[in-house]
């Protein structure tokens, strides 16, 4: 038993903004409205309907985890962010044609109120887009990142916000690596008054949040808040982030089915995936440049999961492959679409098919919230700001301190997850080990 954390109670409202308005945003927001009018379930989101076993089996103690830790109440939040396109949440939403007309029309009202700000946006880090509703005429990247405070700023105080939270919701950027620029928060702000090219635009909104100690998440695979200089920046203004990429579709399947294979000692010798996806997402990935950011974090799963070096026999020739097609007619119908090639007793070959027909907005907008509500109780809770590890249930590509590889397999990081709200509230945390009822 640990002794129970402080944790400031969830008091007014609680601001979420999103940079990107587009499928996986306005399907979050909508799906928040409907829900607090009892016309949905928030199916998908572990914060509404999960539960969390305290003690031993034998006592029945399965609550809620909303009624278990203090969460923000969704009769509390409020709903913002900045787009490209001027479009309110009602016309984006009918545009990405996620939802059903009749349920957004039974929404309209609302969501024609959450108007986008104007964005922070370059044309040459996501080529597909030609954003309209963007901020010109800053002198440097700096000046762009304080003009973000100032949204924040002005969004809190109009809207009566409490607190605030930022979950990145934008389009994946093209591939950048971590260097010089990024290494300390010095060079980074030295680098954001110099335009330095390593600086994307999710990075200069990352900056915002953490200056102003506003927890922040990552929900594409771009660099974002995954680099030495942010987190120093988290960790000096006590602001939680994690990061990074959603997982939905294809990578949440790997993480279901590689850690049961592994379990059970069968050898992989090929894992071929492919993606048909015709949102603006998968418009955006058809460059090159920008699929490059995207397959980076995709591959990384199996390696971490499987770990070859330890299973040279099972793993160490498996061939791995990642294809996202962009198919307009699909839109956020995405198809992900995967021949795993596993071999068993005496090295005899098998294999698995998977068609997983999702839908990504679907998918992802309840990570939106869950994100944004546990990244708020850190907040709360006091816990040191800087990577929330325990908070890579949620990520394709989970940011982990520096030397320090990161957990892929989703069974893992939901137990990381449950025990880290368990030590929050002093419950004895779970091994599983269950010796103790047969003594």
């Known amino acids: 038993m640990s002794d129970k954390i402080t944790i400031q109670e969830p008091k007014g409202k609680l601001g979420i903004l999103t940079p990107g308005m587009g499928a996986v945003s306005t399907t979050f927001m909508a799906g928040v409205l409907s829900i607090r009018k009892g016309l949905s ?10 539960t969390i ?8 103690r399965n609550p809620l985890i909303k009624d278990f830790i203090p969460l923000a109440p969704l009769e509390n939040v409020v709903l913002g962010g900045w787009d490209v396109f001027e479009d309110n949440a009602y016309e984006a939403a009918m545009h990405a044609k996620v939802l059903d007309k009749d349920l957004l029309n039974e929404l309209k009202s609302e969501l024609e109120q959450i108007k986008p700000m104007k964005a922070v946006f370059d044309k040459n880090y ?35 916000c409490d607190r605030l939270v930022m979950v990145w919701c934008g389009s994946t950027e093209i591939y950048i ?3 010089e620029v990024h290494s300390t928060l010095e060079k980074l702000e030295e680098g954001m008054k110099n335009n330095h090219p390593d600086i994307a635009p999710s990075m200069i909104y990352a900056y915002a949040a953490a200056k102003m100690g506003i927890p922040y998440a990552n929900g594409a695979p771009n660099l974002s808040c995954d680099v030495d200089a942010i987190v120093e920046l988290a960790k000096q203004t006590g602001a939680p982030i994690a990061g990074k990429d959603f997982k939905t579709g294809q990578t949440l399947m790997k993480t279901i089915l590689a850690p049961g294979l592994k379990a059970r000692s069968l050898g992989i010798d090929g894992w071929f995936s ?14 090159p ?16 999961v499987l770990e070859p070096e330890l299973h040279p ?33 005496l090295g005899y070959k098998m294999q698995i098919k998977v068609d997983f027909l999702c839908k990504d907005s679907i998918l992802a907008a309840p990570l939106v919230l869950d994100l944004a509500l546990f990244l708020d109780l850190a907040s709360r809770a006091g816990m040191k700001g800087g990577i929330q590890e325990w908070l890579s249930f949620y990520l394709k590509s989970p940011q982990a301190a520096k030397g320090l590889k990161p957990q ?18 002093g419950e004895d945390l779970i091994t599983n080990l269950g010796l103790d009822y047969y003594d």
């Open 41 to 50: 379930d928030p199916i998908g989101s572990l914060t509404q309907m999960g």
């Open 53 to 60: 076993r305290l003690g031993k089996r034998t006592e029945n």
């Open 126 to 160: 996501v080529k597909r887009l030609e954003g309209t509703h963007i901020k010109t005429g800053y002198a440097n990247k700096m000046e762009l990142a304080e003009a973000l405070m100032d949204d924040m700023k002005k969004f809190k105080e109009e809207n009566g």
């Open 177 to 179: 690596e971590e260097g």
């Open 274 to 287: 492919t993606n048909i996806l015709g949102n603006r997402d998968g418009e955006v990935l058809d460059d």
């Open 289 to 304: 440049d920008n699929f490059k950011t995207k397959e980076v974090s995709k591959l990384g799963v199996l390696e971490q």
């Open 313 to 345: 026999k099972l793993y160490g020739n498996l061939y791995h492959k990642v294809r996202i097609n962009y198919y307009p007619p699909r839109g956020d119908d995405k198809e992900g679409w995967d021949n795993i090639d596993i071999k068993g007793w």
């Open 408 to 425: 892929h397999d989703i069974f893992v990081q939901l137990m990381k997850l449950k025990n880290t709200l368990r030590y929050l509230a």
